[in-house]
């Protein structure tokens, strides 16, 4: 990309990639995030790096350094995109305003009720028998079956219309989830691993022997998937059904 020097520009990154979280940096950089998942946020400094599992997004705005220079958005080590600064007449960009926030329900933590879903490995592995296919994730005990097209009948929670709910996330297993509920949107307000400065998304990339607390007023009625958008791991059994009724 070739951008013009010292303007303020603004970058989407979308992670299509279905297994691998992107360690994502820009190293040299001014650059501050704006939204998370579609989501603003008070814009804050990207700092080090930003963890981008499967199908998460985010927007950034990036101070175009001098004529000449060159930028690189990088996973880690490797560089994903160079970012080439061109000679330009106009004078310096300014940071955009902080963007409107989304019209999401705030949940109430104090009449919510707490549920608990635990994601850990399935005992039942390829080779066990020749029926069916080969689970190796469960939530709450029970790996989603891929061929199964009746699942949707059997969610494993059944939220009340407008009723506000904590979701306790536990991360059994040393694998990264990005943990994806279609349908709503919810409030990220803490880990037992990391500061979260609570915000609004879709996906909350689930680390390590994590346990993350969500929230959500469950305000749109239907039978919703919750699973991780890791494609393997959810072809294997991360993956159930939530109910909103
Ligand atoms: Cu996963």
């Known amino acids: 990309l070739e951008l013009p020097a010292g303007q303020v520009v603004r970058l989407r990154v979308l992670n299509l990639d279905n297994t691998v979280t992107y360690r994502l940096n820009l190293p040299g950089a001014e650059a501050r995030i704006y939204a998370l998942d579609g989501h603003p946020i008070e814009p804050r400094e990207l700092g080090k790096e930003y963890w981008l599992g499967p199908g998460m997004r985010i927007d950034l705005a990036v101070r175009v350094p001098a004529a000449g220079q060159e930028l690189s958005l990088r996973n880690g080590p490797m560089r994903l995109a160079t970012l080439k600064s061109t000679a330009t007449t106009e004078g310096a960009g300014d940071w955009p305003a902080r963007l409107p926030r989304n019209p999401v329900a705030e949940p109430d933590l104090a009449r919510a009720e ?74 990220v307000l ?45 072809e294997t059994g991360l993956m159930a059904a939530i109910e909103v009724a």
């Open 114 to 187: 707490t549920l608990r879903f635990n994601f850990e490995w399935s005992a039942k592995l390829a080779g066990v028998d020749d029926k069916g296919p080969a689970k190796y994730w469960q939530i709450n005990g029970q790996a989603w079956d891929i061929n199964d097209k009746t699942c949707a009948d059997r969610p494993i929670a059944s939220l009340k219309k407008d009723g506000h709910y904590i979701f306790e996330l536990r991360n059994m297993a040393q694998y990264l989830h990005p943990i994806h509920l279609h349908g709503l949107s919810f409030k």
């Open 190 to 234: 803490d880990s037992n691993r990391k500061k979260i400065i609570p915000y609004f998304t879709d996906t909350y990339l689930l680390g390590k022997n994590e346990v993350a607390r969500i929230a959500l007023v469950a305000d749109n009625p239907g039978i919703w998937m919750f699973h991780c958008h890791v494609i393997d791991h959810m």
